[in-house]
């Protein structure tokens, strides 16, 4: 069952945006910058954040649970006047396809690309009813060229972007806006189960907040102008085995 942080509030008159994944790295970076920016968040993962920001409102959840998290979802979309979503949650299972167990696939892709479809699925009446909205998928540069050992995580990532592209159409005349920003490696927690991250120099990875403001920049597009999709990658390619 999902486990909430705050009590559901009643119906506020300021519209916020969703950030799934929002307690750390990508997604509490956009909570933060989104915030100073003079928009409400809630934000949906797991664990609730470290720090405690004014103009967000967390709840737990295991968005790998599809239940679960629609049970919250309608809670939330009762109590908050949603007029964007950043599907953010995800994790990185990389390895050799061979070593991953069917459980294993099936859980990797339900994290990555089901949960996020299923997200948007039910997010969209209530933004279809707003006079703007946007759909924001945080997906990476997995998607453009698949990568050694990233089979599980390139299949997500591509499939996200066949979403993005294909959503964008279907919403278009109820100008929801639909974009994907694919970031190269970014400086977070993504590489701490992994047994190898980006170099050691500024120019071989990317800030998380240099992802949050292209989703504010997505966010802030004027209604005649769609951007949908921003490739954000740090200026050196380099990668380095932990020791």
């Known amino acids: 069952m999902p486990r909430s942080d705050a009590h559901l509030p009643a119906m506020s008159s300021q519209s916020c945006v969703l950030v799934t994944g929002g307690s750390r790295g990508i997604?509490?970076?956009c909570c933060q910058l989104l915030g100073a920016s003079g928009f409400r968040t809630v934000s949906?993962?797991?664990?609730?954040?470290?720090?405690?920001?004014?103009?967000?409102?967390?709840?737990?959840?295991?968005?790998?649970?599809?239940?679960?998290?629609?049970?919250?979802l309608r809670q939330v979309l009762a109590h908050h006047e949603l007029t964007a979503l950043v599907c953010n949650a995800g994790r990185g299972d990389i390895g050799s396809l061979e070593n991953f167990s069917p459980r294993q696939i099936q859980q990797s892709i339900t994290l990555n690309l089901i949960s996020p479809l299923s997200i948007a699925r039910l997010c969209l009446p209530a933004l279809r009813r707003q006079p703007r909205s946007d759909i924001v998928f945080i997906g990476s540069t997995s998607a453009l060229q698949g990568a050694r050992y990233g089979s599980l995580y390139s299949a997500a990532k591509f499939g996200l972007r066949g979403v993005a592209q294909a959503l964008?159409?279907?919403v278009a005349g109820a100008n929801c806006h639909v974009g994907i920003v694919q970031p190269g490696m970014v400086r977070t927690g993504f590489f701490d189960q992994l047994d190898f991250q980006p170099g050691p120099e500024s120019a071989h990875a990317l800030h998380e907040s240099d992802v949050a403001s292209a989703v504010l920049n997505m966010i802030r597009s004027p209604d005649h102008a769609v951007i949908n999709e921003l490739v954000v990658q740090p200026r050196q390619h380099v990668v380095q085995k932990k020791k």
């Open 44 to 72: 949906l993962s797991r664990n609730p954040p470290e720090d405690k920001l004014p103009s967000d409102t967390h709840y737990s959840v295991d968005l790998s649970d599809l239940g679960a998290t629609a049970q919250l």
């Open 27 to 29: 997604g509490r970076a």
């Open 168 to 170: 964008g159409h279907e």
